[in-house]
């Protein structure tokens, strides 16, 4: 497989971080619809619930909602980062062991990884899980789920803070609106940005409009800036 070029030449791989019902797969589609549509992306919960339509040991852990082992979920990670990069992975890694594992694949693989965490509140998660009316979103396992996360994330981010060498890190607030949470990570993302492509801007390929049926200028800013991006990123692909 030819592989693509680096994310602003300077990322190989995205995670993305945070609960079920956190917002994780709308910052994903918004990625995808305004700067990155070919991005290779995945959910882990996608593949654990494919898995488990042919291994009976994965589908009991999703349906009582147990995080699947952590040498099962080290390994389908690596198979999908090796096989998806440029890409993105939703869920990935969950607790210390698998932060770990992570820090040591990217460093064999000599990768550095935009790694995105994003918060909400319990309230702002049942309301959004019990509304999209899925099997494996009831309370029960909710706050299964939520109980685990709090027990278990903090080591994650403090074994990824320890190595700025291999991570970037964004942390974004979950709670508001789906189109401000993506200003927020995209105005994270030009903070990261090389300086050095902001010293030329005369030929950027980006418009700002904001269309009849919006009624925040959320939409319009993320366009403008993701016309930024992808007019860095294709003159970097053209070097």
Known sequence: MTRKPLLLEKWDFIVLLGESGGGKGTLVQN???YWLPDLWSASMGEIFRRKAMEDPSIREMTEKGILVEDEKTCGIFREFALANTPGLIDGFPRNRAQAIDL????????WRILVVDIN??????????LARKRADDNLNIVYKRHTAHKELHPAVMEEIRTRPDLFDIISLDGNTHNE??????????????????????TDIETTFAVHDDETTINPAINRWVCGFLKS???KLNEK
């Open 31 to 33: 990625i995808k619809r």
């Open 120 to 129: 909400c509140r319990i309230e702002k998660i049942i309301e959004r899980l």
């Open 180 to 201: 401000i949470v993506f200003t927020s990570f995209l105005h994270s993302v030009l903070r990261l940005v090389d300086m050095l492509y902001f010293y030329d801007m």
């Open 103 to 110: 820090i040591r694949f990217a460093k064999e693989n000599n």
């Open 232 to 234: 860095i990123q294709k």
